[in-house]
Each structure stands twice: as structure tokens, then as C-alpha cells.
């Protein structure tokens, strides 16, 4: 197969133009396209030269004269022959499985898991603490329209699906994946109802409203192939014994009960802060993890676009562009590294929080992205030393609890929420200026530097100078500012062998919450891969 890279085209071409772009590269004429075989490997956005922003393709093609035309391409750069990798399973195991495997979570980690262990004929049963996504999006509106008070067991970090069906749904990686992993996931997505041009985009995203709908057609899947999906039910705990699982602790409707098993898989997610509390208890082996806290900061849309674009971006790019995005990171002068997280153009910043008394953010994106404002985390590194405790695995997560109780505090229960320039200067705003806060849920004026710590805050104010001179207007001190973002990912990890099992046998952590994952994807990838350990032991 011939590999074609640095094909760059002008924005709003056609067709045509592509298959063009690939016979000139080919060194053949356009009438010959019929006779190439061409699929789309990479597209990407270059907007550096903002009077010239260009598509870049990277293409693979299949021709029957393959030698010849590498021959008289063989001086070319941008021309090379593969040969295209393939996900392929490990060899599967003898063992028999006496007990059904069970998964606890369905987010990402979870919901892949389960979902491949139920094609490959395992049979597994898959618990969520939360509601079916239809219900958990009831819920979760009725929360932030104040018709309902929280639920602490299905709103945004607990429900079908996971944290991340309530996102800008980002599938891009930078996890190594030699064995395909992830090619895996992005197909297993578009098997489901993902757009296709999820498996060549440069920054594959999927919106919070198409991922509703996958999550739910693969516990369909999931069922046809005889797993089951049980909701509004917990994993409180486990029995073992001669150090391997026996059985799990299940609680429903306030009736606990008892269930053989022998393996399991903990994709918990990263807020599940009972279940960490539990599992310590219980023996298992854990340890603080670095993350990272700060704010959400939002800018129109309009801003983001110039900015990226140029000024008269919609003169000369009209409906061509898609809405702007952006990634920034610097380090402080004391060595704090603060950065953008989970950018949501044309997004909306919602109340994420899960627990009675402490309020947190995040941010969503739909699919058409069409929202009037782009928002992003800031946040700032925090590390196992500025948790109070060097010997308690479980310092960082009430250090979140203790940000997000100030946060609610600080704003009678609701969102705080703060022009960029009051923050700059330590005053409590009064109104909005020329960015309008675009919020799922109730918010409140407040100051925030009186809920972060003072190291967050500082080097909050020091970054946001700094990208400034990145994105013009950055900057503005009409930007809004929302409080805490506090969930960006686990402050925990569960100690995992290299056959992936914690030190209970049959105990396998997975994920993000777990501490092996930061992302839809990467937390797919990692559902995959103890999926596959599972595979390569037991015969279904």
C-alpha cells in the first residue's frame, strides 16, 4: 500500500480537487483516479498563515501498478509504502471461567470492556451505580433548571456512559499504540453511530449528544450478545480469600447482597469517592496521584474564531471553518506547569458536581459546537505535597472536597462565577460585561481567589498574562471565570500488576479512576487491554 502525506488543500474544495491532489502526487493523470483505491488517513486544520488556511490530507492508496509507481516516485518525500497494522487479539486462554465476569462502571473503561467481553461470548454482567442515559439526562437538566436537588448518584460523574457523555466527547490520544488500540475504539464508535470522519480528523470529537446515543446502542450490543446492564446499583465491597476474589458486595434500593465471582473489573471513574474509601478499607493497594485544579474561563466564540482565524475570518472563510479551539500550557516562575484542559468550542459550562454540600465545573460540548461562547479549563499542577498528608492515598480527593466546599460556600450552593479582571484585581463582580456566562446550572458572583489556594490562584494570573501574548484577548477582563474544576482527573491510583490485577487476584482496576487513563479514548484503550487479559486466560 502506498502512503501519501503533505497533500494540502484550500479550505471549501471539492472533491475533485482531492483526487486531483492524489494523481499529481502519483504522477498520473486524472483520468486514472477510477483505477486508485484511496482512503483518508489524517486531516488536519492549518491555520498558521491566517490569509491562507489550508486542509491537510494524508492518504493511503491502492493501485494495481504499486511498484511502478513507487519507482517513479522514489525521489519524493511525501510518498512511502506500508504496510497497514491491524488490531489482532492475543491468543485466547484454556481456562475455563466457572463464574460470569462482572464490570463495575460503565464509562468508557467499562462500557469497552464489557462490550468486548460480551462479543467474544463472556457473558458479562455490567453494574452502574447511576441511571440509563435517557433517565440520567432527565435528571441531570432537572438539576440545573432547580427543579430537583442533586442526585448523588446520577448526575454528571455517575450514570451511563460516565463523565465523559457529558463533555465535548475529545477522542484524540497521545497514548503509544503500536497494537491498534485505538483505531479499535474510534471504529467501535462509528459501529455505533459515531460519523465516520471520526477515523481520519486530526481532533475526532464527538459532542455530548451523539455520545448519549452510542453509549446506548453499545449496552444494547452488549445484551443481543448475552451480557447484561444492571443500573442503580453499587459496588460497596468484596470477599476473598488465599489472596483471590471470591465474591462482591452489591447494594440496590438499599438491599445489600452477595454474588460469586472470580473476576472483576474497577472502572470506577474518578469521582467515586465512597468506593476509594472502600476499597482501602478493604486491603487494596492505592497511592496519591498528582492532578491538576483551577477555573473554567470562557470567551465568545466570536473572540476565539478572530484570533485563530484572523479578523475578517468571516469575509473570506464564511461557514468553511469549524468553531476555533485552542491548547495552551507555560510553567510559572516557581515551576508550576498550568495549562488548558478539555477545550469546548461553541461549549457550555456546567455544574459537574456529585456530592451534597461542594460545588464543581467542567465543560460540554453538542455536536454542532453552535454554542455563543468556547470555553476551557485553566488549571494548575497539584502535587501529593499539597494534599496535608504524604501517607493517606486518599489526601487528594479530600482536598478536592475541600475546594469544591468553599466553592459552594462562597456562592450559597451555586456556581461562583467572576469577570477575569475583578480576579486580576480581588474584587467580587457585580455584573457581566461583554461576555455573557453561558452555564448549565445556577451561578453566583463571588471571588475566587477566596476559594483556591494561593499558589492556584497566582499562577492562574501569571498564565493568563502569558496567553495573552499566545491568543489575542485572552486576556480580556471581560472573560468569565467559573469555579472550581476540580475533577480534571483521579488523585488516586490503584496499584496494578503487569497482568493488570491489583493485589487481590482478580481484582482489575481499570481506567481513569483507577489512575490509568486521561480520556475517552485512553480510557477505552484501557478497557481494551484487560479485556484482553482476560481473554488470554479463560476460553468464553
Known amino acids: 500500500m502506498i502512503r501519501i502525506s503533505q497533500i494540502q488543500l484550500p479550505v471549501g474544495h471539492s472533491r475533485k480537487q482531492l483526487e486531483s491532489a492524489i494523481c499529481r502526487k502519483l504522477r498520473v493523470s486524472d483520468n486514472e483516479i477510477k483505477s486508485v483505491k484511496y482512503s483518508l488517513v489524517k486531516k488536519s486544520l492549518d491555520a498558521r498563515n491566517k490569509d491562507k488556511i489550508t486542509y491537510n490530507y494524508v492518504v493511503n492508496v491502492e493501485v494495481d501498478n504499486e511498484e511502478e509507481i513507487l519507482k517513479a516516485c522514489r525521489k519524493s518525500k511525501t510518498i512511502s509504502q506500508i504496510q497497514e497494522k491491524r488490531y489482532q487479539l492475543p491468543k485466547q486462554g484454556t481456562e475455563k471461567m466457572n463464574v460470569r465476569p462482572y464490570v463495575i462502571g460503565s464509562g468508557p473503561a467499562g462500557l469497552f470492556a464489557a462490550y468486548f467481553l460480551a462479543e467474544y461470548g463472556y457473558k458479562p454482567i455490567l453494574i452502574e451505580r447511576g441511571e440509563p442515559v435517557d433517565k440520567r439526562i432527565k435528571t441531570i437538566e432537572d438539576y440545573w433548571n432547580g427543579v430537583t436537588a442533586l442526585n448523588p448518584e446520577s448526575n454528571i460523574q455517575f450514570g451511563e456512559g460516565g463523565a465523559g457523555t457529558f463533555s465535548d466527547g475529545k477522542l484524540n490520544t497521545g497514548v503509544n499504540d ?115 485544579v483551577g477555573v473554567r474561563i470562557e470567551h465568545t466564540q ?116 467572576q469577570l477575569l479582571g475583578d480576579f486580576m484585581d480581588g474584587r467580587v463582580s457585580k455584573e457581566f460585561g461583554s461576555v455573557k456566562s453561558a452555564v448549565k446550572g445556577d451561578t453566583a458572583f463571588a471571588d475566587i481567589n477566596d476559594i483556591l489556594p494561593d499558589v492556584v490562584a497566582e499562577s492562574i494570573k501569571e498564565a493568563v498574562t502569558t496567553f495573552d501574548g499566545i491568543i489575542q484577548g485572552f486576556g480580556d477582563p471581560d472573560a468569565v471565570l467559573s469555579a472550581v474544576e476540580s475533577r ?53
Not at 488516586?492 to 490485577?501: G, T
Not at 479512576?513 to 478497557?527: E, K, L, N, V
Open 302 to 417: 466570536e473572540k476565539i474564531n478572530k484570533a485563530q482565524y484572523g479578523e475578517d475570518y468571516e469575509k473570506k472563510y464564511a461557514d468553511l471553518l469549524p468553531a476555533a479551539d485552542y491548547k495552551l500550557t507555560t510553567r510559572t516562575e516557581d515551576g508550576r506547569s498550568v495549562y488548558s484542559f478539555c477545550m469546548c468550542p461553541g461549549g457550555y459550562v456546567v455544574n459537574s458536581s456529585s456530592e451534597p454540600g461542594g460545588i464543581c465545573v467542567n465543560g460540554m460540548s453538542y455536536s454542532g459546537r453552535n454554542g455563543k461562547n468556547a470555553n476551557a479549563a485553566i488549571i494548575v499542577s497539584v502535587v501529593p505535597d499539597d494534599f496535608g498528608s504524604s501517607d493517606d492515598p486518599l489526601a487528594g480527593i479530600e482536598f478536592q472536597r475541600e475546594l469544591e466546599a468553599a466553592a459552594a460556600q462562597a456562592a450559597g450552593g451555586k456556581i461562583p462565577v
Open 178 to 292: 503500536p497494537k491498534g488500540r485505538n483505531r479499535l475504539v474510534l471504529q467501535t464508535f462509528v459501529d455505533n453511530g459515531a460519523p465516520k470522519e471520526i477515523l481520519y480528523m486530526n481532533k475526532p470529537h464527538l459532542g455530548t449528544d451523539v455520545l448519549s446515543e452510542i453509549v446506548k446502542n453499545m449496552r444494547k450490543k452488549i445484551i443481543a450478545n448475552g451480557g447484561e446492564a444492571i443500573f442503580n446499583t453499587r459496588f460497596i465491597g468484596f470477599s476473598s480469600s488465599g489472596g483471590a476474589l471470591d465474591s462482591i458486595k452489591l447494594e440496590s434500593n438499599s438491599h445489600e447482597y452477595e454474588v460469586d465471582c472470580n473476576n472483576v473489573i474497577l472502572a470506577l471513574g474518578h469521582s467515586a469517592r465512597d468506593t476509594f474509601k472502600a476499597l482501602k478499607e478493604a486491603g487494596i493497594q492505592m497511592e496519591q496521584k498528582a492532578f491538576a
Open 488 to 540: 480534571t482527573s483521579s488523585p488516586v491510583r490503584i496499584l496494578r500488576n503487569p497482568h493488570f490485577e491489583s493485589n487481590i487476584r482478580g481484582i482489575f482496576p481499570c481506567g481513569e479512576g483507577a489512575g490509568y487513563a486521561g480520556g475517552i479514548t485512553s480510557a477505552a484503550m484501557d478497557g481494551i487491554k484487560v479485556f484482553e487479559e482476560i481473554y488470554s486466560r479463560y476460553k468464553a
